[in-house]
């Protein structure tokens, strides 16, 4: 469900964000070993960074 080009935004980006940064890599790896489904781990790891989006908005800060 949701806002198609959110989603298709948040998909990709979270696809970029699992090959750029260590950080997303390893919880993707993490979710997608214990669900089984890789796809699962990816949006999961859009949630993720829509969380992280939020909260750099949110207190105005650039991502660390």
Request: aromatic share 8%; net charge positive.
């Given at each position: 469900?949701?806002?198609r080009r959110v989603r298709?935004?948040?998909?990709?980006?979270?696809?970029?964000?699992?090959?750029?940064?260590?950080?997303?890599?390893?919880?993707?790896?993490?979710?997608?070993?214990?669900s089984g489904s890789k796809?699962?781990?990816?949006?999961?790891?859009?949630?993720?960074?829509?969380?992280?989006?939020?909260?750099?908005?949110?207190?105005r800060k650039a991502f660390?």
């Amino acid at each position: 469900g949701g806002r198609r080009r959110v989603r298709k935004a948040l998909y990709m980006a979270a696809l970029g964000a699992i090959r750029a940064n260590t950080r997303f890599k390893s919880f993707f790896q993490a979710v997608a070993e214990r669900s089984g489904s890789k796809k699962v781990g990816i949006i999961a790891v859009a949630r993720k960074l829509l969380t992280v989006l939020n909260a750099m908005q949110r207190d105005r800060k650039a991502f660390e």
